[in-house]
């Protein structure tokens, strides 16, 4: 790298991730912590065609990961799924989403860091309670694991992509031995079982509260170092199309061994009633193999731990880039000269998740947050991809996305069930948060970057998604009983509303965008020099 600083003495990010760097963080985000208890989650609710909601996750999370190729492929910036809802629509859309964001990222780390607690009590007693709950002395080992990935990422990013990369080759070994053990070992009989199966609206539940689209929502981590790769152009599109395309094929071969290895027992008392600890661990222990037991609960320190690391990296650029709009803190924006590494947001990201370890919640109570509050966030994209097109037709695209006006409303779409399906209980605060941040920011306008954008303009293009925010409200709480709403709206019309209700949005958001994309040198100037020759 040629010069880390700037005039004002201030360091720039670093270009070192290459493409197999960048796709091994995607891979190491996706292979965490839900490999390892989403399958049983899963069955819970979908039984034997809980492997179906792996392939609606993969097809979700795929058709979302095409707009971001694009989009990182044409801007290649750190924490991009920040900055593109910004870039079209103006502060008002960028802070909302960088609040969502906010939410979404911090609390990642601290759930890992809480599955390998959780794994590791089976052989370390003293680390929880025998009713669930976590000691003392479990949270201080959650908290000195979150200070091990802190101390890993303020060095070097090149250090952290190398150790990623070395931990998750070693990583995907396991669950990939997992599979061809265990399908040996598979009853058909299984597969006919529905008792006490949710049929195809427990399919719906299990996309987004089993840890299925968690599980997936890895592939966002190249969008998120974008600003640190070699030929960003090429590489980033290209890692995240790999990392959910081979994220894919491993969770639905482990949901399948899941449900054929259980023991006709085990399923005595129904689907439902699946209760396992450490699920594929002690799957393996009731089929008599203490050897595979003893690999998987090694590896549930090293799978959650890769991932925990990836994701507190991944939250320091997010906040970077929040920063970089303007609209966060302009202390959270600086970068050290010395390794390029965004060391106060990074402090951020650090302080963050140790507090989404208090007061000790479990591994499923934050799911669903987590995964709804994505979502949130990746909403915007395809409305960003479709808007920018035009505003900014002028960008060098070196991935084009072909059919995007089919694949970008039917993402959207997609996003805007998943939101649905998380249910009435995390729906309600999530959206309320985002309204009230909305009105916070009214408030607080004047203090806020207006980059030459009149409030008026700021309003008009962001009305779209308050209106979108405001009726999801309401289709969630008078929504079917499923989904945790009053019943007042039976499925399938409940859904049909939301498809609607998405694709009105979706047109109306596209057509409020920004009349000429927001993208100014404040915005790009962690860039300056690195991306000289692109027509920008």
């Known amino acids: 790298m040629s010069s880390v600083q700037n005039s004002s003495g201030e360091g720039k990010l670093k270009r070192q991730l290459g493409f197999l760097d960048l796709t091994f963080l995607g891979l190491g985000a996706i292979i965490g912590s839900g490999w390892l208890f989403a399958s049983q989650g899963g069955a819970q609710l979908a039984g034997p065609t809980a492997w179906v909601a ?64 959780g794994y590791a009590q089976t052989w370390w007693k003293a680390l929880g309670t025998s009713t669930g709950g976590i000691t003392t002395l479990g949270w201080f080992v959650q908290f000195i694991l979150l200070i091990v990935f802190f101390l890993i990422n303020y060095w070097s990013v090149n250090i952290f992509g190398k150790v990623n990369s070395v931990v998750t080759a070693i990583k995907f070994i396991v669950p990939l031995l997992t599979i061809i053990v265990l399908l040996t070992h598979v009853h058909g009989a299984n597969f006919s079982n529905t008792k006490g199966a949710g049929g195809f609206t427990g399919i719906e539940s299990a996309v987004s509260t089993a840890g299925i689209i968690f599980a997936f929502l890895g592939f966002r981590q190249a969008v998120d170092f974008a600003g640190e790769a070699k030929n960003p152009q090429k590489n980033v599109p290209l890692a995240i199309i790999t990392a959910i395309a081979i994220g894919a094929v491993l969770y639905i071969l482990l949901q399948i061994t899941f449900i054929g290895a259980l023991t006709p027992g085990s399923l005595s008392g129904g689907w439902a009633a699946l209760n396992y600890k450490s699920p594929f661990a002690d799957l393996a222990r009731a089929l008599g193999m203490a050897w595979l037991a003893n690999v998987l609960f090694a590896d549930a320190v090293l799978s959650p731990s890769g991932t ?13 880039a929040w920063a970089r709009t303007g609209t966060f803190f302009k202390v959270f924006s600086r970068v050290s000269p010395k390794n390029g590494v965004p060391r106060p947001a990074l402090w951020l990201a650090f302080i963050l998740s140790v507090f989404w370890t208090l007061p000790f919640p479990t591994w499923g109570a934050l799911v669903g947050v987590v995964s709804s ?53 995390i729906d309600s605060w999530l959206i309320g948060l985002q309204l009230a941040a909305f009105v916070l920011y009214l408030i607080i306008n ?46 399938p019309v409940d859904q049909i509303i939301v498809v609607v209700i998405a694709l009105i949005a979706y047109y109306w958001g596209v057509a409020a965008a920004l009349p000429k994309a927001n993208i100014t040198e404040e915005h790009t100037e962690e860039d300056a020099g690195s991306l000289a020759a692109q027509p920008y």
């Open 54 to 117: 792996w392939v609606i996750g993969a097809v979700a999370v795929g058709l979302i990961g095409l707009v971001y190729a694009e989009l990182s492929g044409a801007l290649p910036r750190a924490g991009g799924i920040i900055r593109y809802p910004d870039y079209s629509h103006g502060p008002i859309v960028g802070f909302l989403m960088g609040i969502a964001a906010l939410v979404a990222y911090s609390s990642v780390a601290g759930i890992e860091a809480e599955a390998m607690r």
């Open 308 to 320: 925990g690391n990836i994701y507190l990296s991944s939250t320091a650029r997010v906040i970077f």
């Open 373 to 425: 509050a994505t979502v949130m966030t990746y909403i915007i994209g395809p409305i960003s991809a479709a808007a920018l097109r035009r505003t900014a037709s002028g960008i060098h695209r070196p991935f084009r996305l072909g059919g995007m006006g089919v694949i970008a409303p039917i993402a959207f779409i997609v996003a805007s069930l998943i939101i649905y399906w998380t249910g009435w209980k």
């Open 446 to 491: 004047k203090v806020m970057p207006s980059e030459n954008i009149a409030l008026g303009q700021q309003i008009k293009s962001t009305s779209w998604l308050i209106v979108y925010y405001i009726v999801m409200f309401l289709v969630s709480k008078f929504g079917d009983k499923a989904f945790g709403g009053c019943g007042a709206l039976k499925t």
